[in-house]
């Protein structure tokens, strides 16, 4: 959530963050919708003091006259009161309705731009094999080693659900294990096992609510599966004071996620690139503001550190303005290779979100004796499905096998290929 107290004392600066979002100057609006809610604020408190007052003086009152002229009034007021708290109640969630469905502002170093094609390269890490025999995407190696039915899938589910068979079903269970491990190793990060359905408060909280509703699954029982663990491990600090010693708290956790990619049209969906349910693990940091910067690149060399260890080639993209999430106010991109497609894919988003998260869910932390909105950052370490996908084109063989990737080796009971 945007703070409205800066964009008051600051209209010029909030109006070029809002530019740079790619959206119309929204500050006047704001303001005056801050306006109209301190000025029922200040009047409803006057017409609560009147009725106070007078509701005091009249059993002092011996004139008749007077006393049920003063119960009239009260009454009256009584009206006048339930009316303005209604207006108030409005007012106030038009305003709030509106600043939820506002993105986070940018930082100042992000680069602009209109689409991917704008985002830097910030570096690239590994070298890309060069294959002496035509290779096969994901999709044909996974079927032609029976590890991989889409069909069945299809069947029982519909359209982009997989079943993973056999010896690729134990490398996505041997991959969170190396992803969990590898993160407790770098980054002091704890584990947590976390829900997999939560509420409508717990999605506004991280900001996948109320302006994304359709790309997430929503229950019979008002419960929506969570398309991330980012959302129940930033939540953990829903509503609380933490105290400045315990940061950073940082948090990773493997989990399934559901995604309903209502907005995947004219995107590659083939194969697991793009599943309405995929695993993943996930690193969470909550940090002082002061201290937010560096957390994100400590994020990002988790998650790089990874790749290096399974030996995939990869590279580093700062996002450009346009592609920048709605909660984020800075993103990095790590892209793995994809033989196949001659080409880099997505395989984590490490995002600095700031303070908008921790103020959508009033999470604070004591600054000796201030009270202060805490930077939250994550990013995926890695997506398990689209690892896979990179561990299949990038190790395969001629003959059709796979090799297991050295780091791979002792959670696969020493196999060596698929």
């Known amino acids: ?147 991989i039915d889409f069909k069945s899938a299809s069947k029982v589910s519909g359209a982009r659900f997989a079943y993973l068979k056999n010896n690729l079903a134990r490398l996505e269970r041997a991959l969170a294990s190396f992803m969990i491990d590898s993160n407790i190793l770098s980054g002091n990060f704890k584990e947590i096992y976390t829900p997999l359905l939560v509420n409508e408060d717990t999605l506004k909280g991280t900001g996948q609510l109320p302006k994304f509703d359709s790309d997430v699954f929503k229950t019979r029982e008002n419960l929506w599966l969570i398309p991330t663990s980012e959302v129940t491990l930033v939540n953990l600090i829903r509503d609380k004071i933490i105290e400045e010693d315990d940061l950073p708290l940082r948090f990773t956790s493997y989990s399934p996620c559901f995604r309903s ?27 002082k503001p002061e201290d937010s910067n560096d957390e994100h690149l400590l994020l990002l060399k988790t998650a790089e550190k990874i790749l290096q260890e399974l030996d995939l080639p990869y590279r580093v993209c700062e996002l450009c303005s346009a592609e920048v999430g709605f909660s984020a106010k800075k993103t990095f991109d790590i892209e793995v290779w994809i033989p196949s497609i001659n080409d880099y894919m997505e395989i984590s988003s490490i995002s600095n979100c700031g303070d908008f998260q921790s103020r959508r869910m009033n999470a604070r932390y004591k600054n000796n004796e201030k009270k202060e909105y805490p930077h939250t950052l994550n990013g995926s370490a890695l997506a398990i499905g689209r690892t896979l996908i990179a561990i299949l084109e990038n190790f395969q063989n001629k003959d059709g096998t796979v090799d297991i990737p050295e780091a791979l080796k002792k959670y696969m009971n020493g196999l060596e290929r698929l």
Not at 59 to 67: E, M, N, Q
Not at 112 to 122: L, P, R, T, Y
């Open 1 to 147: 959530m945007l703070d409205i107290k800066w964009i008051i004392k600051n209209p010029k600066e909030a109006d070029e963050a809002f530019k740079k979002r790619g959206l119309k100057p929204l500050s006047d609006k704001l303001i005056k919708m801050s306006k109209s809610r301190s000025q029922s604020f200040v009047q409803l408190e006057s017409l609560l003091e009147q009725r106070n007052k007078f509701s005091k003086e009249i059993p002092s009152i011996k004139d008749k006259d007077k006393k049920e002229k003063l119960i009239e009034k009260v009454k009256s007021l009584k009206k006048e009161i339930l009316k303005l708290q209604e207006g108030k109640s409005s007012t106030n969630s038009d305003l709030d309705n509106f600043i939820m469905e506002l993105p986070n502002f940018l930082d100042n170093s992000v680069p602009d731009g209109k689409s991917d094609n704008d985002n830097i390269e910030i570096k690239k890490n590994g070298n890309i094999k060069n294959f002496n025999f035509k290779i096969k995407d994901h999709v044909d190696i996974g079927e032609s080693l029976d590890v």
């Open 261 to 287: 990619e209502a907005g995947a049209a004219g995107k590659d969906t083939r194969g697991l690139k793009r599943q309405h349910q995929f695993s993943k693990v996930e690193i969470v940091s909550i940090t």
